[in-house]
């Protein structure tokens, strides 16, 4: 019966491509042409090696045009279930890299956001993630207060006072490799917070993965709309 009422809402509300929201079928939620036309980085620019705490961080697209605004829709709008396709395209652009990770984890919400939003986008990423590479996956971090928007920040320098000391380790992570997920990265200052304390903690290593992410900051100014929903927006 599940099988069968699937099928009938597929029917009446096929899914839907999470970039240029066109009906796609079955429930891969990336249209062909999209799939040809993502703002996808090179190789090289994939990787950012300048964020630290992190020994590196791995995006698969540029946060730009239709990346930013499905990203949106994903963070605001109740879009939870392009979890899925940004997950594929994340574990995609490791190349096989998962056997040298012990275990994903992600950059928490608050509380109160998580309130407000409903879900932490970045959980599902990661529990996504986790499962398509095999991982275990675990809540390592606590966001201990509600900071203010990254967004509302001027240069970069005020985004890492933003988030200075608003995570916790809630289990010590000694001598695992981790992969740490978030959603967007540009400047990189969520994610340095976040690995600063996994590092203080034990960690091994801490190599962060998102869904997309800018070029190197190499100019220190502040990028439209700031790197990690966790801290942002």
């Not at 079955?26 to 990787?47: F, I, N, Q, T, Y």
């Not at 970069?156 to 490799?177: H, L, S, W």
Request: net charge positive.
């Amino acid at each position: 019966m599940s099988g069968l009422f699937g099928k009938l809402l597929d029917l009446l509300y096929p899914p839907k491509c999470a970039f240029c929201r066109r009906p796609v079928p079955g429930s891969r939620m990336l249209c062909p042409d999209c799939e040809g036309k993502l703002p996808r980085p090179s190789a090289a620019d994939a990787v950012r090696y300048d964020i630290e705490h992190l020994a590196l961080c791995r995006f698969p697209l540029y946060y730009t045009g239709t990346v930013r605004e499905s990203l949106h829709r994903y963070k605001f709008r109740g879009a939870a279930a392009y979890c899925r396709i940004y997950a594929e395209l994340m574990a995609g652009c490791l190349s096989g890299e998962q056997a040298g990770f012990d275990r994903v984890t992600w950059v928490p919400l608050s509380r109160n956001r998580l309130r407000t939003r409903g879900y932490d986008q970045a959980k599902l990423l990661a529990e996504e993630t986790a499962r398509l590479l095999g991982l275990p996956c675990e809540r390592l971090l606590e966001k201990t207060r509600n900071n203010r928007a990254q967004s509302g920040t001027g240069s970069v320098q005020e985004r890492y006072e933003n988030v200075k000391g608003v995570y916790r380790c809630v289990k010590a992570p000694a001598g695992e490799r981790i992969l740490l997920v978030d959603d967007i990265v540009t400047t990189g200052a969520t994610l340095s917070a976040a690995a600063a304390e996994l590092t203080a903690a034990g960690a091994a290593s801490v190599t962060g993965l998102t869904v997309a992410g800018s070029a190197r900051n190499r100019d220190k100014t502040t990028e439209e709309n700031g790197d990690s929903g966790n801290a942002d927006f």
